[in-house]
């Protein structure tokens, strides 16, 4: 009997400790953020979310042409959770952010600093930290999140994967999440960098459910040079030229391709960049910081408008030497650049040397 009694209090004081499903959302009683646009309105923040309208995006029913995937609701906040907390008053559902995939920052709000809106979007414990940043340019943050995409019926994840392909295949944007970007903002020397996004043709008529039906569309987001900080504070723009150059420096290119003259002048060669590998050493000079930086490529040989004999070895060698020298030009070029332009980012020297790897071959 006693022990009847004892197994029956073990069982009593388990389930006590079984918390069970205290913070669930029913899929009916959220509204699934996918992108986030924040701005500035004098000294208050303009909060605007992307959510998603179920209806419309479900695999067995396919969007509709009368009503949108997408749904953007705005507030205006001290504060950004302020912002999201007035909010309610627009949205019929519970914000939730597990599934968010872009985050846009406006210019304005990038001037006066990010660490503020970077302080909530790192303690909410709703959002993961696989979502991507990125800078509006030439626009609100609240009009890019506006514009529908063409492909994907959701405008945010059309963002996403358009800007992890073209960080893998072109060395002229970059990828930052979240993580990376608290890593730079807290890391001493260093100051993070940010793709810009743009549209392209007319905001209006992209905030149009035909903006998707035409086969050259009205609008289309478009990404656009790099934003460059110094400390949490945007300073200035990087063009394509210097964006490419700031990649390789950083170890950020996976693929990419360049051109190189043809050595008769007429036509060009491309060159495909598979691999990229950048080692840098650091050293003190009279006191002031330099690095020595070694950019290592593996190259194919993508496309050639004139005839070349590639079974010579010499005029391989030549390609090779070619290319390394051209890389190396308009790297230091873009640092110099950089330097005059952007209120002096870049505060140190430093040496480049490129070597690469040339193959060729024929189908």
């Known amino acids: 009997m006693k022990h009847n009694i004892a197994k029956s209090v073990c069982f009593f004081i388990l389930a006590l400790m079984l918390s069970g499903c205290w913070s669930r959302h029913e899929l009916n009683e959220m509204s699934i953020v996918v992108g986030m646009g924040i701005d500035k309105v004098t000294d208050h923040y303009k909060i605007t979310v992307q959510t998603v309208n179920p209806g419309q995006v479900a695999v067995k029913k396919g969007p509709s042409t009368n009503a949108s995937p997408v749904i953007t609701y705005d507030e205006i906040g001290t504060t950004i959770p302020e912002a999201l907390a007035r909010m309610s008053v627009k949205v019929p559902r519970h914000l939730y952010f597990a599934h968010l995939r872009m985050v846009v920052?406006?210019?304005?709000?990038?001037?006066?600093?990010?660490?503020?809106?970077?302080?909530?979007?790192?303690?909410?414990?709703?959002?993961?930290?696989?979502?991507?940043?990125?800078?509006?340019?030439?626009?609100?943050?609240?009009?890019?999140?506006?514009?529908?995409?063409?492909?994907?019926?959701?405008?945010a994840n059309n963002m996403y994967t358009k800007l992890e392909t073209s960080d893998n295949y072109w060395a002229a944007t970059g990828s930052m999440n979240l993580n990376n970007l608290l890593q730079d903002l807290g890391a001493y020397g260093k100051s993070p960098t940010m793709t810009g996004i743009e549209i392209s043709g007319n905001p209006k008529l992209g905030e149009k459910m035909s903006n998707g039906q035409y086969v050259d569309p009205p609008a289309l987001l478009q990404y656009s040079g790099m934003a460059a900080f110094k400390g949490d504070r945007f300073v200035g723009w990087l063009d394509e030229i210097d964006t490419r150059a700031l990649n390789y420096v950083q170890d950020s290119v996976r693929q990419s391709v360049g051109h190189i003259q043809c050595p008769g002048g007429e036509g060009y060669i491309t060159m495909q960049a598979i691999r990229t590998h950048t080692y840098i050493k650091s050293n003190l000079v009279n006191g002031k910081p330099e690095f020595d930086v070694n950019i290592r490529i593996e190259q194919d040989l993508a496309d050639a408008e004139c005839k070349v004999d590639l079974s010579k070895s010499s005029i391989v060698n030549e390609l090779k030497k070619q290319s390394d020298s051209q890389l190396e030009a308009f790297i230091e070029a873009s640092i110099k650049k950089s330097k005059k332009n952007t209120e002096r980012i870049f505060t140190v020297s430093g040496k480049f040397s490129i070597s690469s790897s040339l193959r060729h071959g024929i189908k």
Do not use: H, Q, W
Request: aromatic share 8%; charged share 25%.
């Open 105 to 155: 920052i406006g210019e304005e709000v990038a001037k006066a600093g990010i660490s503020k809106p970077m302080d909530y979007l790192s303690r909410n414990l709703e959002m993961r930290t696989d979502f991507y940043f990125v800078l509006a340019r030439g626009a609100k943050a609240a009009d890019i999140l506006k514009v529908l995409s063409v492909m994907d019926p959701i405008p």
